[in-house]
């Protein structure tokens, strides 16, 4: 199945594997490449070095095409960069929009660009500073969300630029990927759906976490960061919702610390990216210090498999899936599922 987005970026099928931290790593993403989607490294949770090493694994694992997701606010974001393009990472993302500076940087060396965005109007930015295509998430996805259903969110982007436009939030299937295709899209992006995979690195147990939970067990909560976050309701969860401001501060502070050891970064560098994310927010401090640490709420979940002391980011389809096929079975699948709709599409036009 040929699409822009196939085109684009050199894939051969318009499925992308998005870049989720602590879960996209070298094993998953060259998974994912091989089996024909397109796979993204998340490297916010990694240090430049952490960086450029996962990419080599990446590339000694496969020849096929993949990308890197970072933070276009990251104070370090300019040296991420340079290591994509020295690197020859055919693909950058970003879950932020990233600023037109980087963007010129990066298609300057030939990369491809394809921002995420949760709304029209950034889509209409990033197109205008020349980013090749967008990955658009309506509420349905995981991780920060917006509360725009899919289903509007993406005609209406569709309709305002002209680029590539790639549907996520609420997509694990064939079908799913038809139905993106009908309203303009070039293709799907999963998160959930390749994280429930046998070639995802999240421990066993918080895979049956999620195959446990129901469409019900999937919420939408600002206690973690201050911000809207789509993840599965757990005992933590409502724990920080009950929390007073205090004892949630001392929470953040000592998460804070621990995100420091692993991440490198200094005080002062978190404080930044904390205050970025702050503003024009009504955030405490100690949602200003969550958001800068949330990573390591992430990482106690989804590597050392401590559901009581992490959080773990979902989409709604969480709730209506059910295996954990390889990314191979997984994309082979979707792919069938999609050319078996189209085709009885086919047969109910002609009668």
Same mark, same amino acid.
């Given at each position: 199945?040929?699409? =822009?987005?196939t ?13 989720? #931290? ?12 091989? !089996? ?16 450029? %090493? =996962? ?15 970072? %933070? ?22 970003? =879950? ?13 060396a ?27 998430? #309506?509420?349905?996805?995981g ?38 295709? !009908? ?16 070639d ?22 600002? $206690? ?15 724990? *920080?919702? %009950?929390?007073?401001?205090?004892? +949630? ?6 998460? $804070? ?12 560098e ?42 773990? +980011? ?20 979707v792919?069938a ?7 009885g599409?086919? *047969?109910?036009?002609?009668?």
């Amino acid at each position: 199945m040929r699409t =822009a987005l196939t085109e684009l970026t050199g894939v051969r099928h318009p499925v992308v594997q998005t870049g989720m #931290g602590w879960v996209a790593g070298p094993r998953l993403v060259s998974a994912a490449a091989n !089996a024909g989607a397109l796979g993204i490294l998340a490297s916010a949770t990694m240090t430049p070095a952490g960086l450029r %090493r =996962a990419v080599r694994e990446v590339k000694g694992r496969t020849d096929a095409p993949f990308g890197v997701n970072m %933070r276009a606010d990251a104070g370090d974001a300019r040296e991420r960069v340079r290591i994509i393009v020295d690197e020859g990472v055919r693909v950058a993302s970003f =879950a932020l929009a990233p600023s037109r500076e980087l963007v010129a940087e990066l298609k300057d060396a030939g990369v491809v660009v394809i921002p995420s965005v949760g709304a029209r109007r950034h889509a209409e930015k990033v197109a205008a500073w020349g980013a090749d295509a967008v990955i658009v998430q #309506g509420g349905e996805g995981g991780g920060h969300t917006g509360d725009v259903a899919t289903t509007v969110l993406l005609p209406q982007v569709v309709d305002a630029v002209d680029i590539p436009v790639v549907a996520a939030g609420g997509f694990h299937d064939g079908r799913g990927l038809v139905a993106a295709l !009908a309203y303009g899209a070039a293709g799907i992006a999963m998160g959930t759906r390749f994280l429930l995979t046998s070639d995802s690195t999240v421990p066993d147990a918080v895979k049956a976490r999620y195959l446990a939970a129901s469409v019900r067990d999937v919420t939408v909560t600002t $206690a973690v960061d201050g911000l809207p976050h789509r993840m599965l309701r757990s005992d933590l969860v409502e724990t *920080l919702e %009950r929390a007073g401001r205090t004892r +949630a501060l001392l929470h953040a502070l000592r998460r $804070a610390a621990g995100f420091r050891r692993i991440s490198g970064q200094s005080w002062r560098e978190m404080a930044r990216d904390g205050l970025a994310l702050r503003h024009g927010r009504d955030l405490s401090w100690s949602q200003v210090l969550l958001a800068a640490n949330t990573p390591m709420l992430l990482r106690a979940a989804m590597v050392e498999g401590r559901t009581d002391l992490g959080v773990m +980011a979902s989409g709604q389809v969480a709730g209506v899936i059910e295996d954990l096929p390889s990314c191979a079975e997984l994309v082979g699948r979707v792919m069938a599922e999609a050319e078996g709709a189209l085709r009885g599409l086919r *047969l109910g036009t002609t009668g």
